[in-house]
């Protein structure tokens, strides 16, 4: 069964650091490009960063360039998304998925999805 599992939510103050892990069972992660994508009360899900199977990476928002950072270990099989200067904005579920290469900025597309983690940023 294929399945991916988010990892490493939590509460941090602004300008805190966390960093989340998305790890893969049942299939292979290195044959595929990872996203990550969050979604805030009320508002749609939005792409963060994807990284496809060569390690090449893309950002979705201008607002997260510079202080997320996606990397991938293909011998642990997992995903991570580095969070830095965490800001109350940033407070959302976040979600990893996988698909077969190029990223795809509609999240609509996108075929195999973890069940989230909760970020809060909050004082």
């Known amino acids: 069964q294929l399945q991916l599992v988010e990892s490493g939510g939590g509460l941090v103050q602004p300008g805190g650091s966390l960093r989340l892990s998305c790890a893969a069972s049942?299939?292979?992660?290195?044959?595929?490009?990872i996203g990550w994508f969050r979604q805030a009360p009320g508002k749609e899900r939005e792409g963060v960063s994807c990284?496809?199977?060569?390690?090449?990476?893309?950002n979705y928002a201008d607002s997260m360039k510079g202080r997320f950072t996606i990397s991938r270990d293909n011998a642990k099989n997992t995903v991570y998304l580095q969070m830095n200067s965490l800001k109350p904005e940033d407070t959302a579920v976040y979600y990893c998925?996988?698909?077969?290469?190029?990223?795809?900025?509609?999240?609509?597309?996108?075929?195999?999805w973890g069940q989230g983690t909760q970020v809060t940023v909050s004082s």
């Open positions: 998925a996988a698909i077969s290469d190029p990223c795809r900025s509609d999240s609509r597309l996108w075929e195999y």
């Open positions: 049942g299939f292979t992660l290195d044959n595929y490009a």
């Open positions: 990284i496809r199977s060569s390690g090449s990476r893309t």
